[in-house]
C-alpha cells in the first residue's frame, strides 16, 4: 500500500566522522542524481532547512504549494510532508538537524518567545536591501564552513548558528511573543500536550483525557493552546486529524472509506462531513483536485 515516504536523509554519504545530529548537503551536487526533483515524503525526528541562494524551485509542504524565483528559506519542521522540485542551475543547501538536537539548543523560555518556529512550515524571501536577510544567509555559509571543516567544539558552535539563525526566521516569519504577551504557563506542557496528541489522535481522545493527563482543567489547557496558537484545544485536536487525512487522500492509495477508518472513524459518512466543515469541499472532491494538480 502506496503512503508518505519516510525518509532518513539525501545525498551523498556522510564522512565518518560528521555529527550525528546535523547533515548539509549541496544542492548543486545532490540534486543531479534525483534529476533535480525530491518527491513528497517526511522525516519523523528531524527538521529541515532548505537554503535557495540562487534560482528557482518549486516547493510543495502539505497541500500548499508555490514557486518561487531567487533567494529564500524554508523552514519543514519534523513530520511535516514536502517535496521540492529544483530547476537545473540552483545553488543552495539543505540542511537536516536531528529534532532533540536543535529544541536542546533552546531555553524553555527561549522557545516561549517562539511557539510556532518548530512546528510550522515558514518561507522567507529575501528582501532586497535588508541586513538582517542578508544576516542570514552569511550564517548559513558560517554553519556550512563549520560542518564542513570540524575543529574542537563543534557542537557549541553549530548549535549557536542554529540557535541565531532560527531566531531570525522566526522574526521575520513575525511569530513572535513579546515580553508583555509572556505569561507563566509553560511551554514544555503545551509540548506535551502536543506529543500525547500525536500519540493519541488516531483514537480520538476526549480534551479532559488530556487534561488529566497532563494534570490540568480542560479550561487552562484551552488557554494554554490559546495562548501559543490561536485556538483551542479542540481546534488543535481537529486541525491534527485533518493534516493527517489529507496526507491519505493525498499520496495513500487509500478510498475515502478507508482513510476513514485509519483515523478511526467509526462512520466514513460522519468522517466526510467532518472533513467538509473543516476544509470546504468532501474528501473525494478534494482528492480529485490534489491528484489533478500532480498531473498536470
Not at 132 to 150: G, T
Not at 227 to 240: E, F
Request: with cysteine; proline share 5%; net charge neutral.
Amino acid at each position: 500500500m502506496k503512503d508518505v515516504p519516510h525518509y532518513s536523509l539525501y545525498g551523498k554519504s556522510s564522512a565518518a566522522d560528521a555529527p550525528h545530529y546535523l547533515y548539509i548537503a549541496h544542492l548543486e551536487e545532490s540534486l543531479p542524481k534525483h534529476n533535480w526533483e525530491i518527491h513528497p515524503h517526511r522525516h519523523d525526528q528531524m527538521h529541515q532547512l532548505l537554503v535557495v541562494e540562487e534560482g528557482s524551485v518549486f516547493l510543495q509542504v502539505a497541500d500548499w504549494s508555490a514557486e518561487e524565483q531567487g533567494a529564500c528559506i524554508l523552514s519543514v519542521p519534523a513530520r511535516e510532508v514536502h517535496g521540492f522540485r529544483h530547476h537545473p542551475g540552483v545553488r543552495g543547501h539543505i540542511i537536516t538537524i536531528s529534532e532533540p538536537f536543535l529544541m536542546g539548543a533552546f531555553a524553555e523560555t527561549e522557545r516561549q518567545a517562539f511557539p510556532f518556529l518548530f512546528t510550522q512550515p515558514l518561507l522567507m524571501r529575501l528582501r532586497e536591501g535588508s541586513q538582517e536577510d542578508q544576516m542570514l544567509f552569511s550564517l548559513v555559509r558560517q554553519l556550512v564552513a563549520e560542518y564542513e571543516n570540524p575543529q574542537t567544539g563543534q557542537a557549541c558552535l553549530l548549535g549557536a548558528y542554529l540557535k541565531i539563525l532560527f531566531v531570525l526566521l522566526g522574526r521575520a516569519a513575525g511569530h513572535v511573543q513579546t515580553p508583555e504577551q509572556q505569561f507563566d504557563a509553560k511551554i514544555t506542557i503545551y509540548e506535551q500536550f502536543l506529543k500525547l496528541l500525536e500519540a493519541h489522535y488516531r483514537q480520538h481522545w476526549s480534551i479532559s483525557r488530556y487534561a488529566e493527563r497532563l494534570g490540568m482543567t480542560e479550561s487552562r489547557l484551552n488557554r494554554l493552546c490559546q495562548r501559543y496558537t490561536g485556538q483551542n484545544a479542540l481546534q488543535i485536536m481537529h486541525g491534527r486529524l485533518v493534516t493527517e487525512a489529507k496526507r491519505k487522500l493525498m499520496y495513500a492509495n487509500l478510498s475515502v472509506n478507508e482513510v476513514a477508518y485509519e483515523l478511526g472513524f467509526k462512520d466514513p459518512a460522519y468522517f466526510s462531513r467532518f472533513f467538509n466543515k473543516s476544509c470546504g469541499e468532501p474528501p473525494s472532491q478534494f482528492k480529485a483536485r490534489m491528484r489533478t494538480q500532480e498531473s498536470s
